[in-house]
């Protein structure tokens, strides 16, 4: 197991590496430049670039960049906080977004397994319908529409709970966010765990864990429920990534001071290096969920975790 | 010998999308203790849907439409009653799973928990039923893997289905049908999914451990060949009904039943000549939604009388044993007999020193 968590981290660090390389290349192969300002004369402009290194050559800038990555220093910001290091600007955002993320997909996938294990139990009832009719509208609809939709009626007709992020009131403010971006992993997590209840309460196992006489709950809970969590683990990470391009656009709905609000920003601004910064957190986010999803995989199921131990 | 299980009149049916299905139409059997009985027929004739009702397990599409399944058992050394078919499915489970009644099905390979060790699938019940604590569990664990035929019952334990051969799983699947000594062993076509050599096997080590603890069997298969080896009673089944229910005796050398003809002569045996075409029984069965009028089997039997496409035959007993449900045992009916080469046969059977393959 520990051979192949190795392995794993390692191409991991090979990924991003790749990510960065071709993220470096395209950001400058972009036209324009972060001093894209009219004031500044052609000297001055050819002065600052010089100041940051952006007159040499890119394998240089990008060899540059790495070297300081190493060290924790991820250049200065050149726009947007002018020569505000990026760490510095990071660390007050990071912990924000992940927030309002972890509470979404803990939302979403204790509700959806929830909904789905009741509709696969009560298969073709009023429950069940009801489950299928959320979970398509989960899915269909993207999650800023829930955030428009809820901002509108929950924050401005009815006041419960404030419009806009505020730092005061931290846990108030995440809830909006929270329920809406956990609406698609809640209707995807849903939608499988129905589909895999079904399955695995038709399957012989739980035929003949039946026939044992042991009690419903043992059957269900302990039979039933981990034989259907192996697929519905997997979907978990492709939800992630639902979450993380979602909070863009919701972090911008609250105004909440979260890393997707700062990469849209710095997009539009030219800020290499906080573009860089934020798609790199991005990345290794990503890329952690994988890992632990592979090893959650292993915890569930004793068939990938003893050919793991194997290979 | 006492009889251990009464099936009286029993009819399943269950809805499906063209309509009713009546799987089980009027089905009596009993099973006397230490008892072999066979339940045979084609795919879809009832046997499982009838094996699976005295266990309780009926799916939510199912109905018993009528019936009784009278279970006799000792406790403290006295005999007791109770009708299955009123117990609730918690009941069953309470009472009479896993029990006094136990099951084995036919596909090691997908019958256990993927994801639970052997040795959690087998103690489970124990420490259900039994209220066992984990040590006292694991103890009868190990004897059962040893009687079943398990080396390195130890590091079974340990094992997950997936890191055991089909034969070993099939071995466990018993283990865990005995674990709570039950009564009643039903093994739904125990051997299908395994490999001939193994089959021989799992029947020889069924039958052992009924020599060594008294519990009564009820097979369910489409393999006269098993039937021949392994049963004392036989119960024919075709399209939900029992045609014919005799001893083995009955069964293999005085059948009366044309299905039960038809079964016999495509069975291949060792005096079958290559440039035989072997005999299947033309047709196939029909459909349960809408059964014909009169006896389903008549479309497909060459001794049909006209009486049978009219009305279902009643069950006429022939001997004390045995039991045959065709127009042919009337008084009316004409003297029909056996096809020759199915009599030839049962004679050199008879002569070979019986019907045991």
């Known amino acids: 197991m520990l051979k192949y968590i190795a392995k794993r981290v390692m191409i991991s660090v090979i990924t991003i590496l790749i990510i960065l390389a071709a993220l470096f290349t395209m950001l400058h192969s972009m036209p324009g430049s972060p001093f894209n300002d009219e004031k500044i004369t052609e000297v001055q402009r050819a002065n600052l670039e010089a100041k940051y290194g952006l007159d040499q050559p890119l394998p240089v800038q990008f060899g540059n960049y790495l070297k300081a990555m190493l060290t924790g220093d991820f250049g200065v910001s050149y726009v947007i906080q002018k020569n505000m290091p990026i760490s510095e600007l990071l660390r007050a955002r990071i912990p924000v977004s992940i927030r309002i993320g972890l509470q979404a997909v803990i939302l979403g996938s204790v509700i959806g397994l929830l909904m789905g294990i009741l509709a696969a139990l009560k298969r073709n009832s009023p429950i069940d319908t009801s489950a299928t009719v959320i979970s398509v509208i989960g899915v269909a609809f993207p999650s800023y529409v829930f955030a ?148 959650l995989y292993g915890v569930i199921d004793p068939r990938i975790r003893l050919a793991k131990e194997d290979g | 010998m006492e009889k251990t299980l009464t099936i009286r009149d029993l009819s399943v049916s269950f809805q499906a999308t063209g309509g009713t299905v009546r799987a089980v139409r009027g089905v009596d059997l009993d099973l006397y203790q230490g008892e072999t009985l066979a339940i045979v027929g084609e795919s879809g004739s009832g046997k499982s849907v009838t094996v699976k009702a005295i266990m309780g397990i009926v799916s939510s599409n199912q109905t018993i439409d009528s019936g009784s399944i009278c279970y006799r058992f000792q406790q403290d ?128 080590l069924i039958q052992e451990i009924q020599k060594k603890t008294g519990i009564s069997v009820i097979y369910i298969t489409h393999d006269l060949g098993v039937v021949a080896k392994v049963a004392d009673y036989v119960a024919v089944m075709y399209a939900g009904r029992i045609v014919e229910k005799g001893t083995v005796e009955d069964i293999f050398y005085d059948p009366r039943h044309p299905y039960t003809w038809g079964l016999l002569s495509s069975m291949p045996d060792i005096s079958t000549d290559a440039p035989d075409r072997l005999y299947t029984i033309p047709g196939s069965p029909p459909n349960m939604v809408d059964l014909p009028a009169g006896d389903p089997f008549a479309p497909r039997n060459p001794f049909a009388l006209e009486a049978d496409f009219k009305a279902e035959p009643p069950t006429f007993q022939i001997s004390p044993t045995h039991y045959a449900a065709t127009w042919l045992l009337d008084d009316r009916a004409p003297q029909v007999e056996m096809p020759e080469s199915l009599r030839s046969r049962i004679q050199a059977m008879t002569e070979g020193g019986g019907a045991r393959v």
Request: hydrophobic residues 50%; glycine residues 6%; proline residues 4%.
């Open chain 1, 148 to 295: 428009m939709a809820m901002s509108y009626f929950i924050g401005f007709r009815l006041g419960w709970l404030p419009l806009l992020y505020s730092t005061t009131e931290a846990m108030r403010s995440t809830v909006m966010p929270t329920i809406s971006l956990s609406f698609f992993s809640m209707a995807t997590v849903a939608r499988f765990a129905r589909t895999e209840m079904v399955d695995v309460m038709g399957s012989d196992y739980m035929l003949l864990a039946d026939s044992k006489g042991i009690s419903s709950f043992r059957l269900l809970g302990v039979h039933g429920l981990r034989n259907a969590l192996i697929p519905i683990v997997t979907v978990l990470a492709p939800l992630t990534v639902e979450l993380m391009t979602g909070s863009l656009v919701v972090e911008q709905i609250f105004a909440i001071p979260g890393i997707g609000s700062l990469l849209v920003s710095a997009i539009q601004f030219n800020d290499y290096n906080v573009v860089l910064a934020v798609v790199f957190v991005y990345s290794v986010m990503f890329i952690a969920v994988m890992l632990a999803v592979d090893i």
């Open chain 2, 77 to 204: 050394g006295e005999w007791t009653e109770t009708e299955l078919l009123n117990l609730s499915r918690n009941e069953m489970r309470q009472k009479i799973n896993g029990t006094h009644i136990a099951m084995v099905f036919q596909d090691p390979m997908t019958s256990l928990d993927p994801t639970m060790s052997i040795g959690m699938q087998l103690m489970e019940g124990m420490m259900h039923h039994l209220h066992y604590s984990k040590a006292q569990a694991r103890e009868r664990a190990l004897e059962l893997l040893n009687m079943v035929g398990i080396t390195d019952a130890e590091k079974r334990m340990k094992n997950y289905p997936h890191q055991l051969s089909g034969g070993m799983r099939q071995r466990v699947v018993i283990a865990i049908a005995l674990s709570c000594r039950p009564d009643i062993l039903i093994c739904d076509e125990p051997t299908t999914a395994l490999d001939v050599t193994i089959q021989a096997k799992i029947l020889e």
